[in-house]
């Protein structure tokens, strides 16, 4: 599979509690949201990863954050809440990349 074709389709579940003044969102998360995360985020970072710059890797990931948001949206998930699960997305995706491109570089396990 292509990793620039991978979409990660979510059923986001949240508890009851939500308070629009207070911006209170009590979030669930799933064993199978978050195995869709790490599945996703790897085969996201293991595409980055080989990319030329650092400028490049990052505008990949800000397109990959930027579909998730709108298919998230697409689903019926506020835009806030979107964003807060692409971040997390995406920050998980970055965390594995920079290891990927550790151990390319020589740096021992943790260290990036």
Do not use: F
């Not at 650092?54 to 806030?80: I, K, N, S, W």
């Amino acid at each position: 599979m292509n990793p620039v074709q991978v979409r990660l389709h979510l059923k986001v579940e949240c508890r009851g509690t939500q308070r629009r003044q207070g911006h209170l969102l009590d979030w669930m998360m799933t064993e199978d949201l978050t195995k869709k995360i790490v599945v996703w985020a790897a085969e996201i970072a293991g595409y980055a990863a080989q990319l030329p710059s650092r400028q490049v890797r990052e505008a990949y990931l800000a397109e990959r954050r930027d579909e998730l948001v709108a298919g998230a949206v697409a689903e019926g998930v506020t835009e806030r809440d979107a964003a807060i699960l692409a971040d997390a997305c995406v920050n998980a995706a970055r965390a594995i990349m920079t290891e990927l491109l550790a151990h390319r570089a020589g740096v021992p396990k943790g260290r990036a």
